[in-house]
């Protein structure tokens, strides 16, 4: 009685054992995963940051509009006078041995040739441009996230598989078991029952590592608070639906790409700095006063002084109309690749829907190979019961039957990520 209490006690602590890491397990859906990766991926969080860096490119780039104000400020002491003045044979007057000077000054471009103009208007291309790239950035976040989740499905999937298999093997092994007991087959067949089962085992604990694995990434990657996590997503051996609903024409997507939109803001960013580039062999204009103090002469001197300045370029043309002919053609090149750039998104976006309507056969295909290798290795199993048939036809009738299974969750899988890819490649 005492030895009976003391295994149900040793049962109980070690299911209390196990079941305390499954409690903690935190279960997401994929909706779950995509959203936490949005708060928590540091592409997100870079790609954020970067969007905050131009805006505040933009808030730079503005304030030149307004008047540069300045201050400063000038004292000395010499041990002469810096102006030495001969007056008349042995007379001489020292002036300037002491004095300070100072003011404050305000400056305010009237004309640039548009550099101001121009370089806030960089400055808005700029931040578009980031917050296109910000776009993409969460769109790869969102294709990572699904393959890692589909990764820990397919992983599980396959050690359900797995655990059938071990059970149907253990039914076998039984059954050979109790025939070589019976005379009626050699141990032969046991062996290759063992064998198989030492195989199955061994491949059970690589794919339990590698779903740790993925599991732990995933967390990683979506940033939860410990890799103790699992994805709430069984499959039921069913087909997904047609693709079909899903087809757009790709002249209609191309306007909803990011990436259409880079291309663009590239060619406005190039010819923006083009004209950036003519206007600094433009004269400027700038209008300037302020309020001035000097004590140079034992004296206050307060006064106000105020003017215009106008400065032209006479030499910088030289090197300045070289510089004009590269931005020149730098637009050109950006002009050139949006035309080539485009031409390849809509060539990606039908290989995209090919990928897709591949990967929507593929499972098509699996589903039928798993109902002719369950088929198969029921008649198998019945032939060998009949002993019209080897053990290694039906062991290898129940590989083909794990294969056919595998070969499912992985299609299935495939055809997921596909699927996001495509709308990503259509701009969705």
Same mark, same amino acid.
């Given at each position: 009685?005492?030895?009976? +209490? @003391?295994?149900?006690?040793?049962?109980a602590?070690?299911?209390?054992?196990?079941?305390?890491?499954?409690? &903690?397990?935190?279960?997401?859906?994929?909706?779950?995963?995509?959203?936490? &990766?949005?708060?928590n991926?540091?592409?997100i969080?870079? #790609?954020?940051?970067d969007?905050?860096?131009?805006?505040?490119?933009?808030?730079?780039?503005?304030?030149?509009?307004?008047?540069?104000?300045?201050?400063?400020?000038?004292?000395?002491?010499?041990?002469?006078?810096?102006?030495? %003045?001969?007056?008349?044979?042995?007379?001489?007057l020292?002036?300037?041995?002491?004095?300070?000077?100072g003011?404050?000054?305000? $400056?305010?471009?009237?004309?640039?040739?548009?550099?101001?103009?121009?370089?806030?208007?960089?400055?808005?291309?700029?931040?578009?441009? @980031?917050?296109?790239? =910000?776009?993409?950035s #969460?769109?790869?976040?969102?294709?990572?996230?699904?393959?890692?989740?589909?990764?820990?499905?397919?992983?599980?999937?396959?050690l359900?598989?797995?655990? $059938?298999?071990?059970?149907?093997? =253990?039914?076998?092994?039984q059954d050979?078991?109790?025939?070589?007991? /019976?005379?009626? *087959?050699?141990?032969?067949?046991?062996?290759?029952?063992?064998?198989?089962?030492?195989?199955?085992?061994?491949?059970?604990?690589?794919?339990?590592?590698? %779903?740790?694995?993925?599991? @732990? !990434?995933?967390?990683?990657?979506?940033?939860a608070?410990?890799?103790?996590?699992?994805?709430?997503?069984?499959?039921?051996?069913?087909?997904?639906?047609?693709?079909?609903?899903?087809?757009? !024409?790709?002249?209609?997507?191309?306007?909803?790409? #990011?990436?259409?939109?880079?291309?663009?803001?590239?060619?406005? #960013? $190039?010819? !923006?700095?083009?004209?950036?580039?003519?206007?600094?062999?433009?004269? *400027?204009?700038?209008v300037?006063?302020?309020?001035?103090?000097?004590?140079?002469?034992?004296?206050?001197?307060?006064?106000?002084?105020?003017g215009?300045?106008?400065?032209?370029?006479? +030499?910088?043309?030289?090197?300045?109309?070289?510089?004009?002919?590269?931005?020149? !053609?730098?637009?050109?090149?950006?002009?050139?690749?949006?035309?080539?750039?485009?031409?390849?998104?809509?060539?990606?976006?039908?290989n995209?829907?090919y990928?897709?309507?591949?990967?929507?056969?593929?499972?098509?295909?699996?589903?039928?190979?798993?109902g002719?290798?369950?088929?198969?290795?029921?008649?198998? +199993?019945?032939y060998?019961?009949?002993? *019209?048939?080897?053990?290694?036809?039906?062991?290898?009738?129940? /590989?083909?039957?794990?294969?056919?299974?595998?070969?499912y969750?992985?299609?299935?899988?495939?055809?997921?990520?596909?699927? =996001?890819?495509?709308?990503?490649?259509?701009?969705?």
């Amino acid at each position: 009685m005492m030895k009976h +209490t @003391s295994k149900c006690f040793m049962m109980a602590l070690a299911w209390g054992c196990m079941a305390a890491p499954l409690a &903690a397990q935190q279960v997401y859906t994929l909706d779950e995963c995509l959203e936490m &990766a949005m708060q928590n991926n540091v592409r997100i969080k870079n #790609a954020d940051n970067d969007v905050a860096a131009a805006l505040q490119q933009q808030k730079s780039a503005f304030t030149g509009y307004f008047p540069v104000v300045s201050a400063s400020g000038l004292g000395f002491m010499a041990d002469k006078g810096l102006l030495q %003045l001969e007056m008349a044979p042995g007379t001489e007057l020292s002036l300037l041995k002491n004095g300070v000077a100072g003011g404050v000054t305000a $400056s305010l471009p009237l004309f640039t040739g548009g550099q101001i103009v121009y370089g806030n208007q960089l400055a808005k291309v700029n931040v578009d441009a @980031s917050r296109l790239h =910000r776009r993409l950035s #969460a769109d790869e976040v969102r294709l990572t996230v699904e393959r890692y989740f589909w990764q820990v499905v397919m992983l599980k999937e396959k050690l359900r598989t797995i655990s $059938s298999v071990q059970e149907q093997l =253990r039914q076998i092994y039984q059954d050979v078991e109790t025939a070589v007991e /019976a005379g009626v *087959t050699n141990r032969n067949d046991l062996l290759q029952v063992g064998l198989r089962k030492n195989e199955i085992r061994s491949n059970g604990i690589s794919v339990e590592n590698a %779903l740790q694995v993925s599991r @732990s !990434l995933l967390a990683q990657y979506i940033g939860a608070t410990t890799d103790s996590i699992d994805v709430d997503l069984h499959m039921d051996d069913g087909l997904p639906a047609l693709p079909d609903t899903l087809y757009q !024409l790709p002249e209609n997507s191309l306007a909803q790409l #990011a990436e259409y939109h880079l291309l663009e803001k590239n060619v406005e #960013a $190039s010819r !923006l700095q083009y004209k950036v580039s003519v206007g600094k062999n433009l004269p *400027t204009v700038a209008v300037g006063g302020g309020y001035l103090y000097d004590n140079l002469m034992d004296k206050d001197h307060p006064f106000w002084v105020g003017g215009v300045t106008v400065s032209i370029p006479l +030499t910088k043309w030289w090197g300045g109309s070289h510089d004009m002919k590269r931005q020149k !053609l730098q637009m050109r090149n950006a002009e050139n690749q949006l035309k080539d750039q485009s031409e390849l998104l809509l060539v990606r976006m039908q290989n995209t829907w090919y990928a897709l309507t591949d990967a929507h056969k593929q499972v098509k295909i699996a589903i039928e190979s798993i109902g002719q290798a369950t088929e198969n290795l029921r008649l198998q +199993t019945d032939y060998y019961h009949a002993g *019209t048939c080897t053990m290694s036809d039906l062991l290898e009738a129940q /590989a083909l039957y794990q294969q056919s299974r595998d070969k499912y969750v992985e299609s299935y899988a495939q055809y997921e990520i596909k699927k =996001r890819e495509y709308l990503q490649a259509t701009g969705r």
